[in-house]
């Protein structure tokens, strides 16, 4: 068991990380201007400085869904028949309700051709072509899968054996990878277990001012500094990221923390909503200010703000009125 404020911790954490998320799909440079090329250079510094910035969440959701799935165990058939079960329902069933929601609003716009023959159309369905962000649900319900392998590696005897995994992913991994069994997922998924196991993230530092030098060092790389030309300089750009989000997350008052904690309960429910609501807001407002630069800003800036307020009081109504229709849609998260 964790304690409650390392469990409250991890909520704010989540519920941060996928703010993050929508502002990674919030990008509005495309829908304003018609390509990548943009005259704004306070958007195009703007963008830069978000995606920077935004990169750690995923990473984020990795470690956090190692650190809990890796702390049990599944060494017998029963449990992890069980284990299989529970995730059908918490996983599982979402990942195909939303997929079918994104297939369906792809048919209906038009914007994507659907293959027309039925494997294709069910390999895209379980790679999550219609829904791209679930991506993420994808890859750890196949980690979870894996879960005897992972627990035979965490096993005192076999630790060089993880201790090898661990450099051999660290040297496979490439940033911002979403592709089938992501290097990245296999990295932080695996690491979350790691800090679980040896109670690394109940860890505070000594100072605030240790808090503060971290998140400053980060701000600034992600203000004036450009990582992808080279790849073990973003690399080392997670280091310093994943843990100023984590320990700037202690800087936050306590009245700031509270409401937070009150909007975590529907984290998920933004996750798996938030896509295609974000897109048609942008893509809508870009069509009556096409190539506007201050609507631009004020859209990028607020509208995924607006957005996420919006969702947050639909997720409460839907799960006011219809909670076994909720649960059954984000698997009670």
Same mark, same amino acid.
């Given at each position: #068991? !964790?304690?409650?404020?390392?469990?409250? /911790?991890?909520?704010? $954490?989540?519920?941060?990380?996928?703010?993050? *998320?929508?502002?990674?799909?919030?990008?509005? =440079?495309?829908?304003?201007?018609?390509?990548? +090329? $943009?005259?704004?250079?306070?958007?195009?510094? +703007?963008?830069?400085?978000?995606?920077?910035?935004?990169?750690?969440?995923?990473?984020? @959701?990795?470690?956090?869904?190692?650190?809990?799935?890796?702390?049990?165990?599944?060494?017998?058939?029963?449990?992890?028949?069980? #284990?299989?079960?529970?995730?059908?329902?918490?996983?599982?069933?979402?990942? *195909?309700?939303?997929?079918? =929601?994104?297939?369906? !609003?792809?048919?209906?716009?038009?914007?994507?051709?659907? &293959?027309?023959?039925?494997?294709?159309?069910?390999?895209?369905?379980?790679?999550?072509?219609?829904?791209?962000?679930?991506?993420?649900?994808?890859?750890? #319900?196949?980690?979870?899968?894996?879960?005897?392998?992972?627990?035979? #590696?965490?096993?005192?005897? @076999?630790?060089?054996?993880?201790?090898?995994?661990?450099?051999?992913?660290?040297?496979?991994?490439?940033?911002?990878? $979403?592709?089938?069994?992501?290097? %990245?997922?296999?990295?932080? @998924?695996?690491?979350?277990?790691?800090?679980?196991?040896?109670?690394?993230?109940?860890?505070?530092?000594?100072?605030?001012?240790?808090?503060?030098?971290?998140?400053?060092?980060?701000?600034?790389?992600?203000?004036?500094?450009?990582?992808?030309?080279?790849?073990?300089?973003?690399?080392?750009?997670?280091?310093?990221? +994943? &843990?100023?989000?984590?320990?700037?997350?202690?800087?936050?008052?306590?009245?700031?923390?509270?409401?937070? /904690?009150?909007?975590?309960?529907?984290? @998920?429910?933004?996750?798996?909503?938030?896509?295609?609501? =974000?897109?048609?807001? /942008?893509?809508?407002?870009?069509?009556?200010?096409?190539?506007? %630069?201050?609507?631009?800003?004020?859209?990028? +800036?607020?509208? &995924?703000?607006?957005? *996420?307020?919006?969702?947050? %009081?639909?997720?409460?109504?839907?799960?006011?009125?219809?909670?076994?229709?909720?649960?059954?849609?984000?698997?009670?998260?």
């Amino acid at each position: #068991m !964790i304690s409650e404020q390392l469990s409250n /911790k991890f909520r704010i $954490c989540s519920f941060l990380a996928t703010i993050f *998320v929508v502002y990674r799909h919030s990008f509005v =440079i495309q829908a304003f201007y018609g390509s990548d +090329l $943009c005259s704004s250079q306070i958007l195009i510094f +703007l963008t830069r400085w978000i995606a920077n910035l935004t990169e750690v969440a995923v990473p984020l @959701f990795f470690i956090m869904s190692g650190f809990f799935f890796l702390d049990r165990m599944y060494n017998t058939c029963f449990l992890y028949k069980n #284990m299989i079960a529970k995730k059908a329902k918490t996983l599982f069933l979402p990942f *195909v309700f939303w997929n079918l =929601i994104g297939l369906l !609003i792809l048919t209906v716009s038009k914007q994507e051709t659907i &293959p027309q023959d039925d494997l294709s159309l069910i390999r895209n369905f379980f790679i999550s072509d219609y829904y791209g962000p679930l991506w993420y649900v994808r890859d750890i #319900m196949i980690f979870m899968l894996l879960v005897p392998l992972y627990q035979w #590696m965490f096993d005192t005897k @076999f630790r060089i054996v993880l201790g090898l995994l661990m450099i051999a992913l660290l040297i496979y991994w490439m940033p911002v990878d $979403c592709t089938v069994l992501s290097s %990245e997922g296999l990295l932080f @998924f695996t690491l979350g277990g790691v800090l679980g196991k040896n109670r690394v993230l109940e860890y505070r530092l000594k100072s605030k001012w240790h808090n503060v030098a971290i998140l400053f060092i980060w701000q600034v790389c992600c203000l004036f500094v450009s990582f992808w030309g080279n790849e073990w300089l973003h690399k080392f750009f997670y280091v310093i990221g +994943l &843990p100023a989000m984590w320990y700037g997350i202690d800087l936050l008052s306590m009245k700031v923390l509270g409401l937070i /904690k009150k909007l975590s309960a529907y984290t @998920f429910f933004v996750y798996v909503t938030h896509f295609y609501s =974000i897109k048609i807001a /942008k893509l809508s407002i870009a069509h009556f200010f096409h190539g506007n %630069e201050i609507v631009a800003i004020i859209t990028f +800036l607020f509208v &995924p703000l607006l957005v *996420v307020a919006c969702l947050f %009081e639909i997720g409460k109504s839907i799960n006011y009125y219809f909670p076994k229709f909720y649960a059954l849609t984000t698997g009670n998260r």
